[in-house]
């Protein structure tokens, strides 16, 4: 029972990276904004580096709140290391 609860976990924790992943427009625009606020418009070279930048960093918070979140449910204080097993 609690190899497949696990298993379920780890689709989920699969599933919610691959959430993260996906790009809201709503990120784009928040980075825009942000670039701008810095003095880099959209008509400077660093802009496209600038807006990148920030959505990746959104991406990557949200992929490790996914883990976090998700490595709650996983992780079992009855195990001992060497018994962990990596899927």
């Not at 298993?7 to 989920?12: E, G, I, Q, S, T």
């Not at 919610?16 to 709503?26: R, T």
Request: net charge positive; aromatic share 8%.
């Amino acid at each position: 029972m609690k190899a497949e609860l696990r298993k379920v976990a780890l689709l989920f924790l699969a599933g919610a990276a691959l959430y993260g992943c996906a790009a809201d427009p709503a990120w784009r625009q928040g980075a825009v904004n942000r670039c701008q606020a810095v003095g880099i418009t959209e008509k400077d070279p660093q802009f496209a580096t600038c807006t990148k930048a920030l959505v990746q960093t959104e991406r990557e918070d949200r992929i490790v709140k996914a883990y976090h979140d998700t490595s709650k449910v996983l992780y079992d204080p009855n195990k001992r290391h060497d018994e962990l097993s990596i899927y």
